[in-house]
């Protein structure tokens, strides 16, 4: 059973810059497709951005596409998202997931992810 546990979340002004965190457990998080999803109050989860295992390939949303920057380090099971030049309209609990089918590439779709974090808050204040 994989565990995922999010971390680096808070608050935060336009403009501003945030890191999180998601450490793996009970499983290789090199092996698997690690994703980073959004929910606003409101409103439905959102993918954000993933990365392959295979090709180490990764895609964003639009929305987030030259702000924010999904990275993975094996060696500490643990994959980043970067997220700079923060947005009002970034605000949401941000959870990562892991795709732990052997496809190569990144997938979007929440279906495709098997694990889940338990999310952390980011809010970013105008």
């Known amino acids: 059973q994989v565990q995922l546990v999010e971390s680096g979340g808070g608050l935060v002004q336009a403009g501003g810059s945030l890191r999180l965190s998601c450490a793996a457990s009970?499983?290789?998080?090199?092996?698997?497709?690690m994703g980073w999803f959004r929910q606003a109050p409101g409103q439905e989860r959102e993918f954000v951005a993933a990365?392959?295992?295979?090709?180490?390939?990764?895609y964003y949303v639009d929305s987030v596409k030259g702000r924010f920057t999904i990275s993975r380090d094996n060696a500490k099971n643990t994959v980043y998202l970067q997220m700079d030049n923060l947005k009002p309209a970034d605000t949401a609990v941000y959870y990562c997931?892991?795709?732990?089918?052997?496809?190569?590439?990144?997938?979007?779709?929440?279906?495709?992810?098997?694990?889940w974090g338990q999310g952390t808050q980011v809010t970013v204040s105008s």
């Open positions: 997931a892991a795709d732990i089918s052997p496809f190569p590439f990144v997938r979007v779709g929440e279906s495709s992810y098997t694990y």
């Open positions: 009970g499983g290789t998080l090199s092996r698997y497709g």
């Open positions: 990365i392959s295992w295979g090709t180490g390939g990764s």
